[in-house]
């Protein structure tokens, strides 16, 4: 198969065969949001936090919109923080001056965790784990780590990094990292292709001191270089394990590992310059995800066709993600010659039909948000990604499902075809509920649930919310179903099925008795909307309750309503800072949904 897919690639026959395939239903399909010299966000430092915010969710918005399932958001870029650390300095390129923290606060990875998860949408917090300062003429604050501790600094140039031989080092990163795994609710921690420095900043004797005090025993100091590397990959592994052992760990190491490996590819490697040995991080089990930056096109000395599957070869069941040089695309992110429309697509083919390869990741975000890009964005959401997909599951990780999401309603909008569903989160199971899938099925596969919900094309959203709406095809007989997914992709039992008869616009299809929609905004400061649906003429009952079912608030007593869509206000001035429930009551049945007020 994949020497059949090579010689159409070569033939330029893969777009045409290919392109109907239906995509998988699991597939890690991410993007890189780059912070360090505002490469992706912000677009500037001293922005406004409204303008900040606004544009870090175009960028989600973009993502979700273009069938992604994945955002590896760089919040350490020079040994700072896109977060409140406890350890190191806010990040210049976040506020413009190290050290200075946003004004009105705000915290940049809470805000990314919460609205990426909304969105059906991976967060992983993606750290450069060595880098003190690549050159940044910008003063750096007191509490930064060239200041505190100097003597763990390795100098080329005008780059710092910490140096990698030094217990201490290795020690320092690994509570950073933990730190973030610990406080934030993140999918993944991601680590990029930065050990020990490129050239033209190779080290040659730099470290002769740590060599003699820490050498372990070695005599050769590339075998100690690559070790010590080692060392830290295993010792944030095992943290991990820890502090949030649902979390992934992933690396991008630079995408040749040994120069001639495989046979007719040359040029620098990681194994032997920057002493990046990923081979031996995949035998020992040290990472969940590879994701080598495999920034070439097919064909050369560099060739993609070649390089992808030989990472394969070495994964160790491992799952693997090709990192994809996206930026290639567009002359607003590079000045050399341009990849062709048809390059990254082919790749992610290539992808697909290499059975060990489990999805992409793409470099970087803004070429699929802002930038052209040879329509990518257009081929990933009308061609490639055109179905959602689920973030593949990880065999070793805790196979434990989710309860079933219940009470699943479905109506539709009135003179539309579309389709607002909702549903209650579960309250049990065996693990957390992290998305919800929402599956349509028509009525010709109605039949055999089970097989129908194992066809991506009967996937329509991923959410982690729990409302989603749809614009099912006209004329047939639709069966929704949710299903609640853990943390590694694990689904949970259905919940209830609801059928809905899809017509043309100017026909109603018949909506269930009610159906309560999430209230908004939630979390709520002054006041939360709800909109309700009933199905017929009803007199509604309709109560904000607290944790323990003592009513606090009654907007809706006994009152009667037409059939049709309806929304009441709470407003929550006079409640405590908490979680509360919204409850619909009509002619004995009950629908709700949780509401937080915040002060």
Known sequence: MRLLLLLSLALGLAGPALAQEAPPKHEFRGAWIATVINLDWPSCRTCSVDVQQAELLAHLDGLQAAGLNAALFQVRAESDAF???????????????????????????????????????????????????????????????????PEWILTFNDIKILDPGLP????????????????????????????????????TNEDDATFAQHNGGFTDRGNWRRFNIFRLVRQVRDSLQVVRPEAAFGISPFGIWKNGVPAGISGMDAHNTIYADAVAWL??????????????????????????PWWESVRNERHLYPGHGLYRSDRATYSGSLFSASEIPNQIR????????????????????????????????????????????????SQDAPGSPSALVAAERPGTTTVDLAWDA??????????????????????????????????VAVTGETTASDVPPVNDVYTYVVTSVSANSIESAPSNVVAVQSSVATERATPPALALAAPRPNPARS???????LREPARVTLRGVDVLGREVARLLDDAPRAAGSHSATWQTAGASSGTYLLVLEVDGQRASRPVVVTR
């Open 527 to 533: 006041h939360a909307e709800v909109g309700f649906t």
């Open 83 to 149: 977060y409140d650390s406890p350890f190191e300095p806010w990040s210049h390129w976040l506020t413009g001056e190290q050290g200075t923290a946003p004004s009105p606060y705000w915290d940049p990875l809470a805000f990314a965790v919460e609205e990426a998860h909304k969105r059906g949408l991976e967060l992983h917090a993606w750290f450069n784990p060595y880098r003190a300062d690549r050159g940044s003429d910008y003063p750096k604050a007191a509490s930064h780590v060239t200041n505190t501790n």
């Open 350 to 397: 290539l992808n697909r039909a290499t059975e060990g390869i489990q999805g992409s990741v793409h470099f970087r975000a803004k070429n699929i948000t802002q930038f052209a890009s040879r329509g990518f964005a257009d081929s990933l959401r009308t061609d490639l990604y055109r179905t959602p997909a689920l973030p593949p599951p990880m065999a070793w990780k």
């Open 426 to 459: 579960p309250t049990s199971g065996d693990a957390e509920a992290r998305f919800f899938a929402v599956y349509r099925i028509p009525s010709s596969e109605a039949g055999d649930l089970g097989a129908a919900m194992e066809q991506s094309t009967n996937l």
């Open 168 to 203: 201490e080092v290795r020690d320092y990163v690994t509570s950073v990292v933990a730190d973030v795994a610990r406080r934030y609710d993140i999918d993944g921690v991601h680590f990029d292709d930065y050990f020990y420095p490129y050239p033209p900043n190779t080290i």
């Open 283 to 308: 035998e020992n089990d040290l990472v969940d995800y590879i994701t080598p930056q495999l920034y070439w096109a097919f064909g050369g000395s560099q060739d993609y066709g070649a390089l992808a």
